[in-house]
């Protein structure tokens, strides 16, 4: 971990943007006192007490009145002394008090940085700095209860111990070469039983990164069809509004339109998008090359077919844009109109073929209940500790291939010297997660992610 000192003060609006009842600036530094102290014109602040005050200029000037609270060093959250101040939460009256600050000295506050100087001054652990910034960002139940796990640290405590454990064996190897008469050789069975059993751990991690993205970003769904059969309606009949404009003319939907829904825990995101079809409106055409883009990020296709009418070539031309795609379902729309059974020019009975009718609710019943057993009730037994955020998992993965390599020379029996270049990598890595070992430069990519004023 790195042990860079911070002298210098930052300030940053700590409450969401616009207009609120409440609105918070935080200030953490050597100078952040002092400057309270000019802003209101009090000469004490206890800390820990709150103080109703006027909050004035630099030059004198009334802004507000409010409450100011102060946490000194080092029981604060970042260590440092920490000045919040609460006033009326008008956008004009924050950035003022904002401007204030930088004239008394403060600076503005990088994302992150009052969790990164916490982490930095030892008064929270990598595990907990990442797990707050997931509650920050949690969407749904499911992703609120992995980050309420994670901020417990089981899997991180277990990888530290692992992490230990190659440390020492490491150790041994470098011992055992300089002093050969003095240390024994490493045991090599007891490394690879510690090898194994965490590329075992490392393995259930990676083989749950699908679920761990569905968390904690939500299942994408993208509803494809020609124009006309109804997809907009279906859209609103999911959202339980109408946020898409319904008509009888071919093509009102030109962009796509996003909305999400919470079913068992989980975000589904779903898209409404043009009707596909050779068309020479430009702007329609525009809107038709977006699907292409969603259709590969999806995680399941909504391919929409009229049931009261025939099969045409237009829904060709619609599934040769996604038949590459595995997760597809087929929702037969308008089932409330005298149906027609379709004249497929293949073979889609390997996919979940659902009949809904955008007029009736209580149609798509089923299939709500289908994407509940497709995205929840399979995870529903999964450890809510295996599930790591997106640098975890790329961290995770580059170790899978270092371990692989270690227990490959372990059984092929490679000088104890060569097994160092591989475990030192492992134990690097496994650093990066557990906040052992981390260069600045990866400090500041995962504090990057997080909000200012955090």
Same mark, same amino acid.
């Given at each position: 971990?790195?042990?860079?000192?911070?002298?210098?003060?930052?300030?940053?609006?700590?409450?969401?943007?616009?207009?609120?009842?409440?609105?918070?600036?935080?200030?953490?530094?050597?100078?952040?006192?002092?400057?309270?102290?000019?802003?209101?014109?009090?000469?004490?602040?206890?800390?820990?007490?709150?103080?109703?005050?006027?909050?004035?200029?630099?030059?004198?000037?009334?802004?507000?009145?409010?409450?100011?609270?102060?946490?000194?060093?080092?029981?604060?959250?970042?260590?440092?002394?920490?000045?919040?101040?609460?006033?009326?939460?008008?956008?004009?009256?924050?950035?003022?008090?904002?401007?204030?600050?930088?004239?008394?000295?403060?600076?503005?506050?990088?994302?992150?940085?009052?969790?990164?100087?916490?982490?930095?001054?030892?008064?929270?652990?990598?595990?907990?700095?990442?797990?707050?910034?997931?509650?920050?960002?949690?969407?749904?139940?499911?992703?609120?209860?992995?980050?309420?796990?994670?901020?417990?640290?089981?899997?991180?405590?277990?990888?530290?111990?692992?992490?230990?454990?190659?440390?020492?064996?490491?150790?041994?190897?470098?011992?055992?070469?300089?002093?050969?008469?003095?240390?024994?050789?490493?045991?090599?069975?007891?490394?690879?039983?510690?090898?194994?059993?965490?590329?075992?751990?490392?393995?259930?991690?990676?083989?749950?990164?699908?679920?761990?993205?569905?968390?904690?970003?939500?299942?994408?769904?993208?509803?494809?069809?020609?124009?006309?059969?109804?997809?907009?309606?279906?859209?609103?009949?999911?959202?339980?509004?109408?946020?898409?404009?319904?008509?009888?003319?071919?093509?009102?939907?030109?962009?796509?339109?996003?909305?999400?829904?919470?079913?068992?825990?989980?975000?589904?995101?779903?898209?409404?998008?043009?009707?596909?079809?050779?068309?020479?409106?430009?702007?329609?055409?525009?809107?038709?090359?977006?699907?292409?883009?969603?259709?590969?990020?999806?995680?399941?296709?909504?391919?929409?077919?009229?049931?009261?009418?025939?099969?045409?070539?237009?829904?060709?031309?619609?599934?040769?844009?996604?038949?590459?795609?595995? *997760?597809?379902?087929?929702?037969?729309?308008?089932?409330? $109109? /005298? !149906?027609?059974?379709? &004249?497929?020019? =293949? @073979?889609?009975?390997?996919?979940?073929?659902?009949?809904?009718?955008?007029?009736?609710?209580?149609?798509?019943?089923?299939?709500?209940?289908?994407?509940?057993?497709?995205?929840?009730?399979?995870?529903?037994?999964?450890?809510?500790?295996?599930?790591? *955020?997106?640098?975890?998992?790329?961290?995770?993965?580059? $170790? /899978? !291939?270092?371990?692989? &390599?270690?227990? =490959? @020379?372990?059984?092929?029996?490679?000088?104890?010297?060569?097994?160092?270049?591989?475990?030192?990598?492992?134990?690097?890595?496994?650093?990066?997660?557990?906040?052992?070992?981390?260069?600045?430069?990866?400090?500041?990519?995962?504090?990057?992610?997080?909000?200012?004023?955090?």
């Amino acid at each position: 971990m790195p042990n860079a000192l911070y002298t210098d003060t930052i300030v940053a609006i700590a409450t969401a943007s616009g207009i609120g009842g409440i609105g918070i600036v935080r200030i953490s530094g050597e100078n952040a006192l002092d400057i309270a102290r000019s802003l209101s014109k009090l000469t004490v602040i206890q800390p820990r007490y709150v103080y109703f005050s006027k909050i004035h200029s630099p030059s004198g000037e009334l802004l507000d009145e409010g409450c100011i609270i102060y946490f000194k060093s080092p029981e604060s959250y970042t260590g440092e002394d920490i000045i919040e101040i609460q006033l009326h939460g008008s956008p004009y009256i924050l950035k003022s008090l904002l401007n204030y600050c930088f004239t008394l000295g403060a600076r503005l506050a990088t994302e992150g940085e009052f969790t990164k100087r916490a982490f930095i001054n030892g008064k929270l652990s990598l595990r907990q700095a990442e797990s707050i910034n997931d509650i920050i960002h949690a969407s749904s139940e499911k992703s609120h209860a992995v980050a309420l796990n994670h901020l417990k640290g089981k899997l991180f405590n277990e990888i530290s111990e692992y992490r230990s454990q190659l440390v020492e064996l490491l150790e041994n190897i470098e011992a055992s070469i300089d002093f050969p008469d003095e240390v024994e050789r490493i045991d090599r069975k007891l490394f690879l039983k510690v090898v194994t059993q965490l590329q075992k751990k490392i393995r259930l991690i990676v083989d749950n990164k699908d679920y761990g993205e569905y968390v904690a970003q939500g299942v994408h769904c993208i509803i494809v069809g020609k124009p006309n059969v109804g997809k907009s309606s279906l859209f609103n009949q999911l959202l339980g509004n109408n946020r898409a404009i319904v008509t009888d003319i071919a093509g009102t939907t030109r962009d796509y339109i996003q909305g999400s829904i919470e079913l068992g825990g989980l975000l589904f995101h779903f898209y409404d998008t043009a009707g596909i079809r050779e068309s020479d409106d430009y702007i329609e055409y525009l809107g038709i090359q977006k699907i292409q883009e969603l259709i590969e990020k999806a995680q399941l296709i909504l391919w929409v077919n009229d049931h009261s009418q025939p099969f045409t070539n237009q829904d060709e031309q619609v599934w040769s844009r996604i038949k590459h795609k595995k *997760n597809i379902s087929i929702l037969l729309n308008k089932s409330d $109109c /005298e !149906s027609q059974e379709p &004249q497929w020019t =293949e @073979d889609y009975s390997m996919y979940p073929i659902f009949s809904v009718s955008a007029k009736e609710s209580d149609t798509l019943a089923t299939f709500k209940n289908y994407l509940r057993d497709t995205f929840i009730s399979t995870f529903e037994n999964k450890n809510l500790d295996l599930l790591c *955020n997106a640098r975890q998992i790329q961290v995770f993965m580059s $170790c /899978e !291939s270092f371990l692989s &390599q270690l227990e =490959e @020379d372990l059984l092929d029996g490679q000088l104890d010297d060569m097994l160092s270049v591989p475990l030192r990598a492992v134990i690097a890595l496994l650093g990066e997660v557990t906040g052992d070992d981390l260069n600045e430069e990866i400090l500041d990519g995962i504090f990057q992610r997080f909000c200012i004023g955090k």
